[in-house]
């Protein structure tokens, strides 16, 4: 791709300690750019690894002049918003490293599937989507975590925590300039504030699969999210999102 082409999509995978699962998740999204008739990019923001993460991220860079590697402080929202802030494509798409959601589906994000919009956001709930190998403990833990979400952060949004979501470039330059947190509950805050700012977020029903290597602990990320929430409110409160 040409440096000075501007790409329809660049693809910011958070990348911390991903040795095991990044090259199987690579390998699946340069087939599937390979294919694409527009170009495409994808930022791997490294975030503070301590193991090959780094080598095998240069590696496919070296390789494909598409895949550009980009480091950041720790935490997955720090990641994001360097890559967010980073970006060329028309449309930034933040991709979970567990490809959970089948790289294919991020078509349904793009033209002639849809264009113009301000946020569109992978969901698993709702018509149209469908889950795969999701025990039903986790199920329901997603389900307490979008209860909590709705009630004190983002109404009327199903699911504001499967890992996949697209923002027009100007859209998310706004948002993740002013967006704070570093940790798990940045994409509920990046929501929190594109509501706030009047901007429109599209459920898109996805496949979704689930992966047994997640990192989610039940008992404690469910107190960490209530935790961050509440600030993401109080934050709310106090105008810290109101800068223009």
Request: charged residues 25%.
């Amino acid at each position: 791709m040409d440096n000075q082409t501007e790409p329809l999509l660049s693809i910011i995978i958070p990348a911390y300690n991903e040795e095991k699962r990044l090259p199987r998740s690579l390998d699946k999204i340069v087939a599937f750019l390979q294919q694409q008739p527009e170009p495409m990019e994808v930022l791997i923001v490294e975030n503070g690894s301590t193991d090959r993460t780094t080598e095998i991220a240069n590696a496919y860079a070296a390789r494909y002049p598409f895949i550009h590697v980009l480091h950041s402080p720790k935490g997955k929202g720090a990641a994001v918003r360097a890559g967010m802030m980073a970006g060329r494509g028309r449309y930034l798409f933040m991709c979970d490293s567990d490809l959970s959601m089948p790289i294919e589906e991020v078509r349904k994000f793009l033209p002639p599937a849809m264009d113009n919009y301000d946020i569109a956001i992978a969901s698993r709930e709702g018509p149209g989507a469908h889950r795969y190998g999701e025990p039903v403990y986790r199920h329901l833990m997603g389900r307490v975590f979008n209860l909590i979400i709705r009630v004190f952060a983002v109404p009327g949004l199903q699911d504001t925590q499967c890992g996949f979501k697209s923002f027009r470039r100007e859209v998310a330059r706004e948002i993740f300039a002013l967006q704070k947190m570093d940790g798990w509950a940045f994409d509920v805050e990046a929501l929190f504030i594109a509501l706030r700012r009047g901007y429109k977020v599209i459920p898109v029903p996805i496949d979704w699969y689930f992966d047994p290597d997640s990192r989610v602990r039940p008992l404690h990320d469910t107190w960490r999210m209530f935790r961050d929430v509440l600030k993401i409110r109080l934050n709310g409160l106090r105008g810290v999102y109101d800068e223009k």
